[in-house]
């Protein structure tokens, strides 16, 4: 028998589901069905639903459910995740200007990588990239799937101020920061929709399973985008 | 009705409610109040709903000059809160009228205090909250000279009993956290365990309402830091490559990479609101059972509070 799906305590209300110990589509496809399936049993107690890569944290209300209780269920919701169908998945295709100012490491990494910097670009904005959850702060998207010709290690010493909408890749993995943030990844391009908004509901475009893809455009162009939100670029 | 005009805006002060649980699929950690049995009294000594929106402030320096005819309270940390440089009474209702001045003049125990108008604050909700997290772009720290309001309020005038003496909290200086192990305790040597549960630890400078960093004894791995990244618990207990653990609380990121050890009972988060850098702290391992029961006895407080202020209560609570 596997010794996946394992499940255990992360404190005092909150359980954590662990899958094969991988990034990998298929797995974390696996975690949001177990999301899903989850969330439409609105069971009493259950307060939220939290996939991630391979793991799936669900937290709960102790004085309505307790730990025994609620991996019992969880085991039976196990059995009933591969029966769920998943939302379909909606690819966001967002301009994006790439190198100079919006692109402070673009040179850098492709001199790493022995390519030109139009080469870069070209690997990288053909690329759809898988939404794998969203987390960190203020709905950073983790996206999965950066081509393996674009591999670079972080910067030694992160910024300490990347602006929002900057796109970027390190470590074989990519995101688009979606404010202001400190950050060690190389910075190739910038975005200028709106990728987080407190304000409305959602505050993030993206859930888990969308494909984003970040298509290069002249600088005006880019900046046209600048107040419109991810879905008018379905 | 314009309540107050800061005159100093203090150390980390900033409107807090009961946060906004329920975003963190959106990257949004819950935040609120960091010590929620006493910003939820402050309220209630004021006649206010326990949710409305408080000012959570630390250490000292803080002055607000009074607008208007107020009943505010005071609640958590002693930080010596005065009017007009008298000190008044924490854990009960005050008033004040315009042309007063309000200052927390020094630290004597604890961290935070939390200061309750009747009202309760208004300003822009955010995802359903009022609670301050910058870092999210919901709204700011307070400002010199900024005016703050009230909602308009037909609140009753509460009955003006002080809280018996056995429903205040005691802040210690030298807590013990109580930890539920896990979800990475596996990723720990024996001898790493034994330092983090035999430890003292002292809260570093660097700490605020994302995280406690922690200065002591390093934390031995057996197979790196890293895992792949996954949601985070308030409260877990991070150890990332230097073996120096990091409590994530209030507004921590919602996902990260580190091994966590161990996750800091809910019934002790606002123990730790109350912990300032410089203090020590230590660790001990209890069961779900216990951490269960020490939940229901921090609610089971806040409910004879709420008797004692409504005025059905016995002469002596059951309390402890």
Known sequence: MSQWPRIKPSGDRSVLIEFENRIDPGVNRTVRALALTIESEHFPGVQEVLPAYRTLMVTYNPPQIDYPNLTEKIQGWLGKAGDIGLPPQRVFRLPTVYGGPHGPDLDRAAQILHLSPEEVIRIFSRTRFLVYFIGFICGLAYLGGLPENLRVPRLTTPRTIVPGGSVGFAGGQANAIATDQPSGFNYIGRTFVTLYNPEMFPPIPFVAGDEVSFPPVPEEEALRAKGLGAEDFL | ?320
């Open chain 2, 1 to 320: 009705m314009k309540a107050f005009e800061v005159i100093n805006p203090g150390v980390y002060t900033m409107l807090q409610d009961l946060g906004r649980p329920g975003y963190m699929r959106y990257g949004v950690p819950a935040s609120g109040a960091s010590d929620r049995f006493s910003a939820q009294t402050a309220n209630l000594l004021v006649g206010n709903r326990p949710e409305a929106a408080i000012l959570e402030t630390a250490l000292f320096r803080l002055e607000l000059l009074a607008l208007s005819n107020l009943t505010v309270a005071v609640a958590g940390g002693d930080l010596s809160p005065s009017v007009n440089k008298t000190p008044f009474p924490m854990w009960q209702a005050v008033s004040i009228q315009p042309g007063d001045r309000i200052s927390f003049r020094g630290r004597k125990k604890g961290f935070r205090a939390f200061l309750a108008v009747r009202g309760g604050f208004s300003g822009p909700r955010y995802l359903g909250s009022r609670s301050v997290f910058s870092r999210g772009l919901m709204g700011n720290p307070l400002r010199t000279a900024e005016v703050l309001e009230t909602e308009d309020s037909a609140v009753h005038h509460p009955f003006n009993v002080p809280l018996p003496l056995n429903l205040i909290p005691d802040f210690s200086p030298r807590p013990t956290l109580r930890v539920i192990l896990g979800p990475q305790e596996d990723r720990f040597s024996p001898k790493g365990l034994e330092t983090f549960l035999s430890s003292e630890y002292t809260v570093s400078p660097q700490s605020d309402r994302m995280g406690y960093r922690l200065e002591g004894p390093r934390i031995e791995h057996t197979q790196g830091a890293d895992i792949i990244s996954e949601a985070i618990a308030r409260g877990a207990v991070q150890v990332p490559g230097d073996g120096l653990p990091i409590i994530m609380l209030w507004d921590a990121q919602v996902s990260g990479g580190y091994t966590k050890i161990a996750n800091v009972i809910t019934a002790d988060h606002d123990l730790l609101a109350q912990t300032m850098p410089g203090e020590f702290l230590r660790f001990k391992a209890v069961t779900l059972e216990e951490a269960r029961a020490a939940l229901r006895h921090q609610e089971l407080r806040l409910a004879d509070v709420k008797k004692v202020i409504s005025g059905w209560a016995a002469v002596s609570p059951t309390y402890p």
